[in-house]
T-cell receptor, first 114, second 115 residues
Framework: AQTVTQSQPEMSVQEAETVTLSCTYD???????LFWYKQPPSRQMILVIR??????QNATENRFSVNFQKAAKSFSLKISDSQLGDTAMYFC???????????FGTGTRLQVFP | DVKVTQSSRYLVKRTGEKVFLECVQD?????MFWYRQDPGLGLRLIYF???????EKGDIPEGYSVSREKKERFSLILESASTNQTSMYLC??????????????FGPGTRLTVT
């Protein structure tokens, strides 16, 4: 069975600084997807970024980028130029190819302060 | 934009009541999911459906059932609510091959309190 581990329950960062959230996973699969979702306080969960395991190039979406290390089974999220609106719960998630089901980590609560 | 809506944001029910949580999506997605979110545990899959009238158990189906009579609607049913079912419930939908399409889209959640 696949598992996803987020070892940082809480993190904080000052506005305009860079922060990295960690995620490791365990799987014997070769084809899969990895996701970072953001859940702002009392608001809807939204997709931040997605990585396809067969692609070596790290995904990037504006200020958000990932460091995908397939051999190490590591998938960290880097947020550059942090903004107050980045304050949220961040979940790392794994999806085996052709299953459509997400397996989530326990989340990291990020606080961005002025 | 995909829209996933849930019938209630907040719900308070008594122990033993039958509870219905409704979810509707407007993008003709094949897949629909019910997750439960608890602090320190992340999101855990209760049930999912990959087509009308089709369902599969997730990781924590005990005490729950589901119904999908129409493609756009997926209902979660608590047959006899218990206090340990107090939680945030999130509905999601995705097309088949959801990983290629960018991952499931989530509704706003229903915070259920069972007293």
């Amino acid at each position: 069975a696949q598992t996803v581990t987020q070892s940082q329950p809480e993190m904080s960062v000052q506005e305009a600084e860079t922060v990295t959230l960690s995620c490791t996973y365990d799987t014997s699969e070769n084809n899969y997807y990895l996701f970072w979702y953001k859940q702002p306080p009392s608001r809807q969960m939204i997709l931040v970024i997605r990585q396809e395991a067969y692609k070596q190039q790290n995904a990037t979406e504006n200020r958000f980028s990932v460091n995908f290390q397939k051999a190490a089974k590591s998938f960290s999220l880097k947020i550059s130029d942090s903004q107050l609106g980045d304050t949220a719960m961040y979940f790392c998630a794994f999806m085996k190819h052709n299953t459509d089901k997400l397996i989530f980590g326990t989340g990291t609560r990020l606080q961005v302060f002025p | 934009d995909v829209k996933v809506t849930q019938s209630s944001r907040y719900l308070v029910k008594r122990t033993g009541e039958k509870v219905f949580l409704e979810c509707v999506q407007d993008m003709d997605h094949e897949n629909m999911f019910w997750y439960r979110q608890d602090p320190g545990l992340g999101l855990r899959l209760i049930y999912f459906s990959y087509d009308v009238k089709m369902k599969e158990k997730g990781d924590i189906p005990e005490g729950y059932s589901v119904s999908r009579e129409k493609k756009e609607r997926f209902s979660l049913i608590l047959e006899s609510a218990s206090t340990n079912q107090t939680s945030m419930y999130l509905c999601a939908s995705s097309p088949s091959q959801g990983g290629l399409a960018g991952g499931p889209h989530f509704g706003p959640g229903t915070r259920l309190t069972v007293t």
